[in-house]
C-alpha cells in the first residue's frame, strides 16, 4: 500500500540558511500534518492543512512557512535556520480527522 | 488545558506482557490512540479507542475508561523487536489534533 513520501530524508544545512522539506500524502487522504520531534522528545505539531487550506497552527516559528498544492503534496519552508532547528520533522496524513499516517521524516542537521 | 501523563520508562523480560498507562486531561475528548516509535523511525500507528473498553489486535491491546480519563496499552508475549517508545495521544474533537503523552521507552531484556 501506498505510504506517505518524504524527502529529502536527511539535510544538512548551515546557520541563517533556508531548507524546504517536501511530503506526498497518501492518495485520497485530505489532511496533512507537520511535526517537529528533537531528540527525547514527543513530536510537536507545527501545522496542519484540510483540502490545501491551513487547517491549524501549533508551535510552528514566525520563520516557517508551509503550503499544500493542488496535488495535495506539501513544502515545509524554513528561512534563517537556526542550531536548535536541528531535529526530524514528521509529516503525516489523514482521512478525514481519522488515524495519522506518518512518513519517515527527513532529518534536519542545522551547523 | 489539555495534558497527558504516562510513565517515561518500563522495563520488561522478553515473552512476558506489559502494560502502559496513560491518564489526559483534555477538552473536546474525541478518542485515544497509541503509536510505537523506534529510535530515528517514524510513529507507527498502533490502536484507537474512541469508546469505552477492550480493543485487541493480535499481541496489542488498547483499553479506554472516558469516565476516569485514563487508557492503557497492553503488550503481550514481549519480544526484543517490541523495544520502542510508545506514545499516547488524545484527538481533540475541535481540530482532530492530536495532543501527545511525553512518550514511554520500553526496554526489553532477554
Known amino acids: 500500500a501506498a505510504g506517505v513520501i518524504q524527502s529529502p530524508r536527511h539535510l544538512i544545512k548551515e546557520k541563517r540558511e533556508t531548507a524546504t522539506l517536501k511530503c506526498y500524502p497518501i492518495?485520497?487522504?485530505?489532511?496533512v500534518y507537520w511535526y517537529q520531534q528533537g531528540p527525547g522528545q514527543d513530536p510537536q505539531f507545527l501545522i496542519s492543512?484540510?483540502?490545501?487550506?491551513?487547517?491549524d497552527k501549533g508551535s510552528i516559528p514566525d520563520r516557517f512557512s508551509a503550503q499544500q498544492f493542488s496535488d495535495y503534496h506539501s513544502e515545509l519552508n524554513m528561512s534563517s535556520l537556526e542550531l536548535g532547528d536541528s531535529a526530524l520533522y514528521f509529516c503525516?496524513?489523514?482521512?478525514?480527522?481519522?488515524?495519522?499516517?506518518f512518513g519517515p521524516g527527513t532529518r534536519l542537521t542545522v551547523l | 488545558g489539555q495534558s497527558l501523563e504516562q510513565p517515561s520508562e518500563v522495563t520488561a523480560v522478553e515473552g512476558a506482557i506489559v502494560q502502559i498507562n496513560c491518564t489526559y486531561q483534555?477538552?473536546?475528548?474525541?478518542?485515544l490512540s497509541w503509536y510505537q516509535q523506534h529510535d530515528g523511525g517514524a510513529p507507527t500507528f498502533l490502536s484507537y479507542?474512541?469508546l469505552d473498553g477492550l480493543e485487541e489486535t493480535g499481541r496489542f491491546s488498547s483499553f479506554l475508561s472516558r469516565s476516569d480519563s485514563y487508557g492503557y496499552l497492553l503488550l503481550q508475549e514481549l519480544q526484543m523487536k517490541d523495544s520502542a517508545s510508545y506514545f499516547c495521544?488524545?484527538?481533540?474533537?475541535?481540530?482532530?489534533?492530536?495532543?501527545w503523552g511525553a512518550g514511554t521507552k520500553l526496554i526489553i531484556k532477554p
Open positions: 492518495p485520497r487522504h485530505d489532511t
Open positions: 492543512f484540510y483540502e490545501k487550506m491551513q487547517s
Open positions: 503525516a496524513s489523514s482521512f478525514y480527522g481519522g488515524e495519522q499516517f
Open positions: 479507542n474512541a
Open positions: 495521544a488524545v484527538i481533540d474533537g475541535s481540530n482532530y489534533q492530536l495532543i
Open positions: 483534555t477538552s473536546g475528548f474525541y478518542g
